[in-house]
């Protein structure tokens, strides 16, 4: 079911500038090759003769980036759909978007490739062993399927990105949610959880675009194939996605069995809020599993208002809101869209924890506004 998202019109000027910054993928990633290209031709000829074999990889570069935009296309034309076409018709006008904002754009284009590879190749399927396995199998205990009926246990997946976890869970016959804001990542996860046909059906480019630390022009032109798996469920499995901020679309007091945060709850500008939040929605007995870093994407962004607290005081804060922290893991080594092959390598020591809200609790305040409801759903099944 499709629900119209408040704030129309500006939806939809937003829809479709994302639209045509996927549509410039191709252009813009291609001239910020040809900069490359006009910084080697000022060199001295020595220079240049030493580098001949740069100037051939970047060659190579645009063939990787022509390869990553013959996807783009494809997703557009089926993004058009992703909210019940009331965003985009035939008649469709709209203002022209800037180059400097579709280069912006552009980064965020990048970020889903790599994305890709993470949720829905064989490649990332380390990160996800890392990720994604620790929650499962606490919800695989928790729930087990030989003692409750796992469609009527619901499952929330804020921050689900393309979708892989919520799919995974789903796939265990729970009731499943994932809930996502970046439409970047609706518009792929749409493509792929409703219109892939086949096995690795698609080749990309993951790092194309990462010019440093590679050790040979080899490792930043790796490839790979999704999906990894056909994302198709039985017709009985209950699985949705759902667009908007988490803080407005789930207001509901005691509505979920369990919610699962994934490199999620240092996504806000005031975490406190969504442990609030997460607390509110909680059935009494319900759970909340958390694996994660404290990246805090706010912290230092210009204009912006941010907390970021510790560890140690977020448990303390979890505590006040009336979690009953059942267990806490610290030091859990995962990777985030990490190029196996590069010189660099990033790796988190996050958290895990298992909270539960009591039986007998009382609901927490969301402060004074009351939030409304968006709960625009994107349809996962024709």
Same mark, same amino acid.
């Given at each position: 079911?499709?629900?119209?998202?408040?704030?129309?019109?500006?939806?939809?000027?937003?829809?479709?500038?994302?639209?045509?910054?996927?549509?410039?993928?191709?252009?813009?990633?291609?001239?910020?090759?040809?900069?490359?290209?006009?910084?080697?031709?000022?060199?001295?000829?020595?220079?240049?003769?030493?580098?001949?074999?740069?100037?051939?990889?970047?060659?190579?570069?645009?063939?990787?980036?022509?390869?990553?935009?013959?996807?783009?296309?494809?997703?557009?034309?089926?993004?058009?759909?992703?909210?019940?076409?009331?965003?985009?018709?035939?008649?469709?006008?709209?203002?022209?978007?800037?180059?400097?904002?579709?280069?912006?754009?552009?980064?965020?284009?990048?970020?889903?490739?790599?994305?890709?590879?993470?949720?829905?190749?064989?490649?990332?399927?380390?990160?996800?062993?890392?990720?994604?396995?620790?929650?499962?199998?606490?919800?695989?205990?928790?729930?087990?399927?030989?003692?409750?009926?796992?469609?009527?246990?619901?499952?929330?997946?804020?921050?689900?990105?393309?979708?892989?976890?919520?799919?995974?869970?789903?796939?265990?016959?729970?009731?499943?949610?994932?809930?996502?804001?970046?439409?970047?990542?609706?518009?792929?996860?749409?493509?792929?959880?409703?219109?892939?046909?086949?096995?690795?059906?698609?080749?990309?480019?993951?790092?194309?675009?990462?010019?440093?630390?590679?050790?040979?022009?080899?490792?930043?032109?790796?490839?790979?194939?999704?999906?990894?798996?056909?994302?198709?469920?039985?017709?009985?499995?209950?699985?949705?996605?759902?667009? %908007?901020?988490? +803080?407005?679309? $789930?207001? *509901?007091?005691?509505?979920?069995?369990? &919610?699962?945060?994934? =490199?999620? #709850?240092? /996504?806000?500008?005031?975490?406190?809020?969504?442990?609030?939040?997460?607390?509110?929605?909680?059935?009494?007995?319900?759970?909340?599993?958390?694996? %994660?870093?404290? +990246?805090?994407? $706010?912290? *230092?962004?210009?204009?912006?208002?941010? &907390?970021?607290?510790? =560890?140690? #005081?977020? /448990?303390?804060?979890?505590?006040?809101?009336?979690?009953?922290?059942?267990?806490?893991?610290?030091?859990?080594?995962?990777?985030?869209?990490?190029?196996?092959?590069?010189?660099?390598? $990033?790796?988190?020591?996050?958290?895990?924890?298992?909270?539960?809200?009591?039986?007998?609790?009382?609901?927490?305040?969301?402060?004074?506004?009351?939030?409304?409801?968006?709960?625009?759903?994107?349809?996962?099944?024709?």
């Amino acid at each position: 079911m499709h629900k119209q998202i408040k704030g129309a019109t500006e939806e939809r000027e937003y829809f479709l500038q994302v639209l045509q910054t996927f549509q410039s993928y191709r252009s813009q990633s291609l001239l910020r090759i040809e900069h490359r290209e006009e910084c080697l031709a000022t060199l001295p000829q020595h220079h240049k003769e030493w580098l001949e074999k740069y100037k051939r990889d970047l060659d190579s570069f645009k063939h990787a980036v022509e390869a990553n935009s013959t996807l783009v296309p494809i997703i557009v034309d089926h993004a058009k759909n992703i909210f019940g076409n009331i965003y985009i018709n035939d008649t469709t006008t709209h203002s022209e978007t800037n180059v400097g904002s579709l280069s912006e754009g552009l980064d965020k284009v990048q970020s889903v490739f790599k994305h890709l590879m993470r949720d829905w190749s064989k490649m990332g399927a380390e990160e996800r062993g890392q990720c994604y396995d620790p929650i499962i199998r606490v919800l695989e205990e928790e729930f087990p399927a030989d003692v409750v009926h796992r469609p009527d246990i619901n499952v929330l997946v804020p921050g689900a990105g393309l979708g892989r976890l919520a799919f995974e869970i789903a796939s265990r016959e729970f009731s499943c949610q994932g809930n996502e804001f970046n439409l970047f990542m609706l518009i792929v996860s749409f493509y792929v959880l409703n219109h892939c046909k086949k096995e690795e059906e698609f080749e990309i480019y993951p790092w194309i675009h990462q010019y440093c630390n590679n050790l040979s022009a080899e490792n930043q032109t790796i490839s790979v194939r999704f999906p990894d798996v056909l994302p198709k469920l039985d017709l009985d499995n209950k699985f949705s996605m759902v667009a %908007g901020d988490f +803080l407005e679309v $789930y207001t *509901d007091l005691d509505e979920w069995h369990c &919610i699962a945060t994934c =490199f999620f #709850i240092d /996504c806000a500008a005031n975490v406190v809020q969504f442990i609030e939040t997460i607390y509110h929605i909680l059935k009494p007995g319900g759970v909340w599993v958390n694996l %994660g870093p404290l +990246l805090y994407h $706010y912290a *230092d962004m210009k204009n912006e208002k941010s &907390i970021e607290p510790s =560890f140690e #005081i977020l /448990c303390s804060v979890i505590r006040n809101v009336g979690f009953i922290m059942e267990k806490k893991e610290i030091a859990l080594k995962t990777r985030y869209c990490q190029n196996p092959k590069a010189m660099l390598q $990033y790796e988190y020591e996050s958290v895990f924890f298992v909270c539960r809200k009591p039986m007998q609790s009382s609901a927490t305040r969301l402060g004074d506004e009351q939030y409304l409801a968006d709960d625009s759903e994107l349809k996962l099944t024709e």
